[in-house]
């Protein structure tokens, strides 16, 4: 057999799609467990814009601009103007700049030697490994949402009769059911928390199941309106794996960015670095809007075949918005910095 070529690069891509696409009908072998990150790319969407190097060249490799519209401390103009001579200030396009810091890759080599008497050929057994490699990927990624979200969950104005432990709001059991949604909607209004959604460990899962299979009795309504109070997305596999110890996240859409860059395009090319031949293209993750994994590809002589050696890269991060509104959490000198956008939520006995 010789060496993968660009067009036989392309052929495995298109095996990959066809692998994926066939899965999807069987066993979901290799779709990743990845809720969180999700829902994060997804609730982003139209509120952040990623500027790269290749929009900026200012920009480092490996930096990207994240800017976000700031719709906090809208004011009214002292009177009203001419309309022939109108005056207004230009609306704040607020940014930072961000170091994409965290990288994961994933690798694989295949002997052709190993092949000959395999019922699957190169190009199928490279496309089911790499959608192998690309869920593992995908299900990191997740983990590391969940751990940045823990991390960054701030004050919460609201804490009622509960008990706020820097971090996070303790409550009991008894009412950690749907009408927790009631206690996240107050909780939203009082600290400014714009579009919010929930993100959940399956603490609220039974409860929310119940009341979608209940609505249509007359006892059941008023539980499956509560939980239409806020887009749910419950991540019962990532939690645990993350791991982290809250039970649920209320998060608002302008509260954060995930951001991602790959480095290679969407189809296969050939480049000859100093250490050899190389084939290098991008893949899409088939969980995470926007995110593509950079692909590299090399070959070496063993024997009188070849061995493949894969490599696939995910460079990304997150980042908390610097801008996000203001909410007054104390008396005295005003203190604005504990309210960060995503309030945090654990079921304790």
């Known amino acids: 057999m010789a060496d993968l070529s660009v067009a036989d690069q392309c052929d495995i891509v298109l095996k990959a799609e066809e692998v994926w696409a066939d899965s999807q009908n069987q066993t979901d072998m290799y779709t990743a467990d990845a809720e969180t990150i999700k829902a994060l790319a997804e609730r982003q969407e139209g509120r952040t814009r990623i500027i790269t190097e290749l929009e900026n060249p200012e920009l480092e490799d490996n930096?990207?601009?994240i800017v976000w519209l700031d719709n906090c401390g809208e004011t009214l103009d002292e009177t009203c103007q001419d309309v022939c001579a109108l005056t207004a200030a230009e609306v704040a396009m607020n940014s930072k700049d961000f170091?994409?810091?965290?990288?994961?890759?994933?690798?694989?080599?295949?002997?052709?030697?190993?092949?000959?008497?395999?019922?699957?050929t190169?190009?199928?057994i490279v496309a089911r490994k790499l959608l192998a490699k690309m869920k593992a990927l995908d299900e990191h990624i997740n983990a590391q949402s969940l751990l940045f979200l823990s991390a960054n969950a701030g004050y919460n104005k609201n804490p009622e009769t509960y008990t706020f432990g820097g971090t996070t709001l303790s409550i009991p059991a008894a009412d950690y059911t749907t009408d927790l949604y009631v206690k996240m909607a107050i909780d939203a209004k009082i600290n400014k928390l714009s579009d919010p959604f929930v993100v959940d460990n399956g603490a609220l899962y039974r409860y929310y199941l119940n009341a979608q299979l209940e609505q249509g009795n007359a006892e059941g309504k008023g539980s499956?309106?509560?939980?239409?109070?806020?887009?749910?997305?419950?991540?019962l596999v990532g939690f645990p794996?993350?791991?982290?110890?809250?039970?649920?996240?209320?998060?608002?859409?302008?509260?954060?960015?995930?951001a991602s860059r790959n480095y290679n395009g969407n189809t296969p090319i050939e480049v000859n670095p100093k250490e050899g031949r190389q084939m290098r293209w991008s893949m899409p993750s088939n969980t995470v809007a926007g995110l593509r994994y950079d692909i590299y590809h090399e070959y070496s002589c063993t024997g009188k075949r070849f061995t493949h050696t894969y490599y696939i890269e995910a460079n990304f991060g997150f980042a908390l918005n610097p801008v996000g509104c203001d909410v007054l959490v104390s008396t005295g000198p005003d203190v604005f910095d504990q309210v960060s956008g995503i309030l945090s939520y654990t079921k304790v006995a």
């Open 63 to 65: 930096a990207v601009k």
């Open 99 to 120: 170091t994409l810091t965290n990288c994961k890759s994933a690798s694989f080599k295949i002997n052709e030697n190993d092949v000959l008497r395999n019922r699957y």
């Open 122 to 124: 190169i190009d199928e």
């Open 224 to 235: 499956q309106r509560k939980t239409m109070l806020f887009p749910t997305y419950f991540d």
């Open 241 to 258: 794996s993350a791991p982290v110890t809250d039970d649920t996240f209320l998060i608002s859409s302008s509260a954060y960015a995930f």
